[in-house]
């Protein structure tokens, strides 16, 4: 590759399942050592998309290079250099963490293996757990399991399919500095996140719907491309308020945050005219910054409204 940092250089990827059109002219370049975060409603094609870009599934069309290997001729390379942790625990419940470890080493064909798994073992905490059966482990520690399984080869890729689901805040936060820390050493990770608060910790992120990647950026470049204006409204009877706003010009959509509205729109005139409507309805009207989670709705309604 022309860029040695560049680890992921693909455009226009497809690929179809029947008559379903899984992910559409798909084009991104992700750098050594970022985050990469995934968005997008179930079903959407996040997980496809990172199976394609790391050569686990062959697009139908398309090029591109993964670790400076072509994805659609070269994808056995790639596999070689890649992590992959699926949602599902998929180790066996049956054995402890060091048989399971030891086995994920054997599939790899790795030399000095008991010391690579002594080292896994460490690197994750897990020695004074490790005569304990997997099925028998909570689900923060059964993901830092499949976690050190992914990472036992030493993998450039680290790809990382919803890892956080089913698990408490303090063990998804101690995944996530774990995830920096790889980072920090060079390691790419491609992860898929419903978590709002988890891909505001990604480098960069990706939005698909139906198929389609609409937005990828930071953050912060996300949010300011939108050109969204958000509004949060305060009171006692907002579900009739949220009814009216929804039919009034500007308001893109309406949306519950505890006891306040978010109302959010790109026409910012007829928006902030549609709130002072309604200001006498309601406690409180502040104009406030627009979040990720702002964003996303609003891009999930407008792929909506094409279909």
């Known amino acids: 590759m022309s860029n040695p940092e560049c680890i992921i250089d693909v455009n ?14 798909a084009s991104l370049k992700v750098n050594r050592g970022e985050i990469f975060g995934f968005l997008g409603p179930n079903g959407s094609g996040k997980t496809t998309t990172i199976r394609l870009l790391c050569g686990l599934l062959t697009p139908d069309s398309g090029s591109g290079t993964c670790l400076g290997y072509d994805v659609l001729t070269q994808s056995y390379k790639i596999k070689q250099r890649v992590g992959y942790m699926t949602q599902k625990f ?4 049956d054995l ?13 064909g790795m030399d000095h293996r008991k010391q690579r798994v002594q080292d896994a073992l460490v690197k994750l905490d897990l020695t004074h757990r490790q005569n304990q059966l997997a099925g028998s482990l909570s689900g923060g ?6 976690l050190s399984a992914a990472l036992i080869h030493e993998p450039d890729l680290l790809l990382l399919d919803e890892p956080t689901a089913g698990v408490d805040p303090k ?6 500095d774990q995830v920096h820390i790889l980072s920090s050493q060079g390691v ?7 978590y709002m608060d988890e891909a505001e910790r990604c480098t960069r992120l990706a939005y698909i719907a139906y198929g389609h990647l609409l937005v990828q950026g930071t953050a912060k470049e996300i949010i300011h491309q939108s050109g969204l204006a958000t ?22 959509f309406v949306a519950s945050f505890g006891n306040d509205l978010h109302i959010s729109g790109v026409n910012h005139s007829a928006l902030s005219a549609s709130v002072e409507s309604v200001r006498s309805e309601v406690d409180e009207v502040v104009n406030i910054h627009s979040s990720l989670e702002d964003v996303f709705i ?3 309604g407008n792929k909506m409204d094409e279909r």
């Open 12 to 25: 226009n990827l497809n690929k179809s399942f029947g008559k379903k059109q899984a992910v559409i002219n």
């Open 90 to 93: 998929s180790l066996y419940e």
């Open 96 to 108: 402890t963490i060091r048989e399971n470890l030891d086995f994920v080493a054997r599939l790899y």
């Open 141 to 146: 520690w059964k993901q830092r399991l499949a």
């Open 171 to 176: 063990a998804r936060r101690d995944f996530w």
């Open 188 to 194: 790419t990770t491609l992860v898929s996140t419903h």
């Open 231 to 252: 509004w949060n409204l305060s009171g006692h009877d907002l579900l009739s308020v949220a009814e009216k706003l929804k039919q009034l010009p500007g308001v893109d």
């Open 298 to 300: 609003a891009l999930m």
